[in-house]
């Protein structure tokens, strides 16, 4: 269930003087998830006179929010995305930016995002997506949360941006030195959870929200058994990964050296069934033409956009040119 944020609004009057050039179709929307959680959201459409192509999604990086997509006072991805003819919905996963957590309860995993959190948004999205495709765009855990659960059945989008996207698994990372450099990371989060029970990236300066003791523990599972699977056991999302037939363009960055590496974010998204189109930058694209951007500047900086509307536009030409037909269901098919 999706429905607009008249608080959320009454807070944005209040600080309409530091408001700049705002965009006028920022409308804000709260979305309820079966479990009762309230995911808070802000939907961007195109300009006056530009044609809606669909959707996007547009879920956030670990440790992240809706934010790293944009602001109303600062243009990001989300804008540059909605300028090219397709509305955007950012969001915030539970326990990140401003969505909230059930009553009495401080522990999120990593299965509520796959299982409750993506597909009631893209269901929302699905409901006002004017019969246009819906195309989610996932930066590192948003990517890899949009394959699981697509893959799992549990999301019907008609496409997926996975944006340095890969799982913590040795199968999957093909260094050693980086390996045990994501050992060392996870020996450091492990202890983080031991001592207080979260990891503290606002204070560890690694992110701007904090994550759930749970949720860490199930990234450390991951790594330690080597499966990317559901806590329960019910779901093996590598495998699932098969069953992923829509098209998918994986972004990766040779600036990303460790979190998301071109090799690690190839090797992840070639286990998808579907069309595939990857996209590496090996220097940044903006007027200086610097390095290639790290993790987070693949899409807070300007280096790598012109990669990530290449992306989007490849997905759009691959639904155009499988002549899509409306489904019961919502969705699209060859």
């Not at 919905?89 to 969505?99: K, P, Q, Y």
């Not at 299982?115 to 699905?126: F, K, N, S, T």
């Amino acid at each position: 269930m999706c429905s607009r944020s008249p608080s959320a609004r009454e807070r944005v009057r209040k600080k309409k003087s530091q408001v700049h050039a705002p965009r006028a179709s920022y409308e804000e929307l709260e979305v309820r998830t079966e479990d009762g959680v309230a995911l808070r959201a802000v939907v961007d459409d195109p300009p006056d006179g530009v044609a809606l192509l669909g959707t996007c999604v547009m879920a956030h990086a670990m440790f992240a929010r809706k934010t790293e997509f944009g602001r109303r006072d600062r243009k990001g991805l989300a804008h540059a995305y909605a300028a090219a003819g397709w509305r955007t919905i950012a969001f915030d996963f539970r326990g990140h930016g401003e969505s909230t957590l059930q009553r009495g309860t401080a522990e999120w995993g990593y299965d509520d995002l796959v299982r409750h959190d993506l597909p009631a948004v893209v269901g929302c999205a699905r409901a006002r997506s004017d019969g246009k495709p819906v195309v989610v765009v996932g930066h590192s855990l948003g990517g890899h949360v949009a394959l699981a659960a697509q893959g799992t059945g549990r999301l019907e989008a008609d496409g997926i941006l996975a944006i340095a996207a890969n799982v913590w698994i040795r199968e999957l990372e093909t260094s050693r030195v980086r390996w045990a450099a994501k050992l060392a990371l996870g020996r450091v989060m492990r202890e983080s959870v031991l001592r207080i029970g979260r990891l503290p990236a606002r204070s560890m300066r690694i992110g701007s929200d904090d994550a759930s003791g749970r949720f860490v523990r199930d990234i450390l599972r991951f790594m330690g058994a080597g499966q990317w699977r559901s806590y329960d056991g019910r779901d093996d999302y590598l495998a699932s990964l098969s069953r992923v037939d829509v098209p998918v363009c994986a972004v990766s960055s040779d600036g990303d050296l460790l979190t998301c590496h071109p090799a690690s974010a190839e090797a992840f998204a070639r286990r998808c069934s579907g069309p595939l189109h990857m996209v590496r930058i090996t220097r940044s694209d903006d007027a200086r033409g610097r390095r290639a951007p790290g993790h987070m500047e693949i899409v807070t900086g300007e280096g790598g956009l012109p990669k990530l509307l290449a992306a989007l536009a490849w997905i759009e030409s691959e639904l155009a040119s499988t002549a899509p037909v409306k489904q019961k269901s919502g969705t699209y098919a060859k």
